[in-house]
């Protein structure tokens, strides 16, 4: 008998993409006054799209293409993180999360009601 | 991938930056100092920051985490060990702390102890709004920082909850 469903496999890579752009933002931030630091960045859409396909295949997650950012203004010394760019991805990554937490409990409750359904 | 990592990284930049404000602290303290051990006046202190390799002391340290006096000496947190793979490290260290090379201000006070023979006492240089707007960029990137660590707790928080019913 298998408790994996479809929908966990891909909640499963879609927690680990918000935990990669976290990851991102957070390394950013870090290196805020870095002098030479260029912000990096993913494209979320693409790595989405690629894990779903990935998981339909059956295949292991790989690993996040993450890349420098361009079109930001850089600071005479070289740095060009973003104070706004990176607070707002913060919030993108904690929500995009916490989503991915709420549909997991749906996902659990829905193997539980099954289970209890007896009762 | 680890949300104790993410943590990780932005602990230290909250370290970094507070040393960075202890510095310029230092640097408001002995804007008068016309001594030092090394002789002539004191000289402004710069942090040069550094972006954390992925082979940084860290990961070594946490390497040798495994063995008992690692622990006793409290170079890491025994917490969140991934393997290499992913244990990206990629917070940031303070790589040097260097002496700004400005020549020191000249002051004519002869009555000085440190007076040379001419009469003029050789000043710290430094400028007390240089120091003001380094301590102001070091509290915000710090507040920054510290909020980073809110939003990693609060999904680490949200990860504990699949577990409850």
Known sequence: MQIETQLSNQLERY?????????????????????????????????????LEGVARGEA???????????????????NVSIDREGLRMAEAQLKFKTGIALMHLDKERILNAIHVDK | ?????????????????????EVVAANMANAESTRTESGGPYRRQHVVFAANSVDSPFM??????????SLVRGTSLPLGRGNSEDMIEAGVHIAQVIE??????????????????????????INPLTEMVDLMGATRAYGLN????????????AALEIVKS
């Open chain 1, 15 to 51: 927690l680990d993409l918000a935990v990669s752009e976290a990851k991102l933002t957070a390394a950013n931030m870090a290196n805020i006054d870095t002098p030479g630091y260029q912000t990096r960045g993913m494209n979320f859409e693409n790595e989405m799209r690629r894990a």
């Open chain 2, 146 to 157: 510290s909020s980073a660590v809110q939003a990693e707790k609060s999904m680490i928080t």
């Open chain 1, 61 to 79: 997650p790989r690993p996040v293409d993450e890349k420098a950012v361009d079109g930001l203004i850089s600071r005479p010394d070289g740095n």
């Open chain 2, 100 to 125: 700004d090379s400005a020549p020191p201000l000249k002051r004519y006070d002869p009555g000085h102890p440190d007076a040379g023979p001419d009469g003029y006492v050789a000043y710290p240089d």
């Open chain 2, 1 to 21: 991938m680890n949300l104790f990592g993410l943590m990780e990284a932005s602990g230290s930049a909250m370290q970094a930056e507070r040393m960075r404000a």
């Open chain 2, 60 to 69: 070594n340290s946490f390497a040798d985490a495994s063995t008992p006096s």
